[in-house]
């Protein structure tokens, strides 16, 4: 807790059963609790905290040669796509990091930045410091469509099952585009600051999302009802009525905000550069429900996962928080390299590093 002195604890391994697990003792005031060959629960009675530190199930090294910025796994979780430092974008077999698809996907000229799959798990959203998003068939890497943006894009967003997707940019906007005819629809906010983040929901009933100025174009798919949150560099978090064009609610933060995701129509989570995560609840964002602080590292992506949620650091953690567990779940092994994503399927979560390693870990095991 903010103010309080920070406690400090040594692990010692004493051995190994004969079933291979290890012996392990902990130093005065935590005590070790299950210990399994992938996982270790440590316990503060003193502070009343526990952890359980999971070890990935396996790692995949030949991936990319450099940083991995962002990664994804499709709908069914057969594959994965990431993108690197590197300068390339590469789809993969989930399940042992086999490059799946050659020749690679290539096409932008600097740094991509993100990628995601659409639902059907067949294509795939990339956008890139070239100022251009790009749409890639996942079976043969051929690019379907290019979009061309003003600036740099950090973060996309897909409406429903594709037919329109969102861009956020250096420049201080969000987009919304037509897959169909390659084209913009609309500028959905300007920001006059970096968008960081973005994210798109489905918005409580109760929520006034605002009046469209113009009738929507008829291209536009799926935007009745969506709610659009935006990560902004000058510490607010934005909510954009997405077919409105109007802004439902502006939050300030204590730094940078970097991402934001939605647990619920009315449950939302945004992380800042100096390490907050802020839960809000969309009808009434004058107050937090709850702020979590883990340490003073960026929150670098945050992801809805059963009845919680997953988080990354720049400091190399990764943490799951669940409302049915008594303790954090930390997955380990990322060290002080930055985590950059995170993305699962089912039991497994996958995420991805500076040190250029993507690491699959399997909640199954717990």
């Not at 010692?12 to 992938?38: C, H, M, N, Y």
């Given at each position: 807790p903010a103010g309080k002195p920070t406690l400090y604890g040594s692990l010692?391994?004493?051995?190994?059963?004969?079933?291979?697990?290890?012996?392990?003792?902990?130093?005065?005031?935590?005590?070790?609790?299950?210990?399994?060959?992938?996982s270790i629960l440590i316990s503060c009675p003193h502070e009343n905290v526990s952890t359980k530190f999971l070890a990935p199930y396996t790692t995949f090294c030949r991936i990319h040669q450099k940083s991995i910025t962002c990664l994804d796994i499709s709908s069914g979780g057969g594959l994965g796509v990431s993108t690197s430092t590197d300068g390339t974008m590469k789809i993969w077999q989930a399940a042992n990091g086999e490059i799946r698809v050659r020749p690679l996907l290539e096409g932008h000229v600097y740094d991509v930045n993100c990628c995601r799959f659409f639902p059907s798990g067949l294509v795939v959203l990339s956008g890139g410091m070239d100022a251009q998003?790009?749409?890639?068939?996942?079976?043969?890497?051929?690019?379907?469509?290019?979009?061309?943006?003003?600036?740099?894009?950090?973060?996309?967003?897909?409406?429903?099952?594709?037919?329109?997707?969102?861009?956020?940019?250096?420049?201080?906007?969000?987009?919304?585009?037509?897959?169909?005819?390659?084209?913009?629809?609309?500028?959905?906010?300007?920001?006059?600051?970096?968008?960081?983040?973005?994210?798109?929901?489905?918005?409580?009933?109760?929520?006034?999302?605002?009046?469209?100025?113009?009738?929507?174009?008829?291209?536009?798919?799926?935007?009745?009802?969506?709610?659009?949150?935006?990560?902004?560099?000058?510490?607010?978090?934005?909510?954009?009525?997405?077919?409105?064009?109007?802004?439902?609610?502006?939050?300030?933060?204590?730094?940078?905000?970097?991402?934001?995701?939605?647990?619920?129509?009315?449950?939302?989570?945004?992380?800042?550069?100096?390490?907050?995560?802020?839960?809000?609840?969309?009808?009434?964002?004058?107050?937090p429900i709850q702020v979590i602080h883990r340490s003073g590292a960026p929150v670098l992506s945050l992801l809805p996962y059963r009845d919680g949620f997953i988080a990354s650091q720049g400091d190399g953690t990764c943490f799951i928080i669940q409302q049915d567990l008594d303790y954090v779940l930390d997955l380990t092994e990322a060290d002080c390299d930055p985590v950059y994503k995170v993305a699962s399927w089912e039991k497994q979560i996958y995420t991805c590093c500076r040190d250029g390693i993507v690491r699959r870990y399997q909640l199954s095991e717990l």
């Open positions: 010692t391994r004493r051995g190994l059963s004969t079933e291979g697990v290890p012996d392990i003792a902990a130093s005065e005031g935590f005590v070790v609790g299950t210990v399994t060959k992938k998003l790009k749409i890639w068939s996942a079976e043969d890497a051929s690019c379907v469509h290019g979009l061309c943006f003003d600036a740099g894009i950090l973060d996309t967003a897909i409406v429903d099952r594709g037919r329109n997707v969102l861009s956020c940019s250096r420049d201080g906007t969000a987009r919304l585009w037509d897959c169909g005819k390659s084209a913009c629809l609309g500028v959905i906010a300007d920001c006059g600051s970096p968008v960081n983040g973005i994210a798109v929901g489905t918005a409580d009933n109760s929520l006034n999302l605002g009046t469209p100025e113009k009738a929507p174009s008829e291209r536009e798919i799926g935007t009745e009802g969506k709610i659009l949150l935006l990560a902004r560099e000058d510490k607010k978090l934005q909510g954009v009525g997405l077919q409105s064009r109007q802004p439902v609610f502006l939050f300030v933060g204590s730094d940078a905000f970097n991402c934001c995701t939605f647990l619920s129509s009315t449950y939302i989570l945004a992380g800042t550069q100096d390490g907050n995560i802020y839960q809000l609840d969309v009808r009434n964002t004058n107050a």
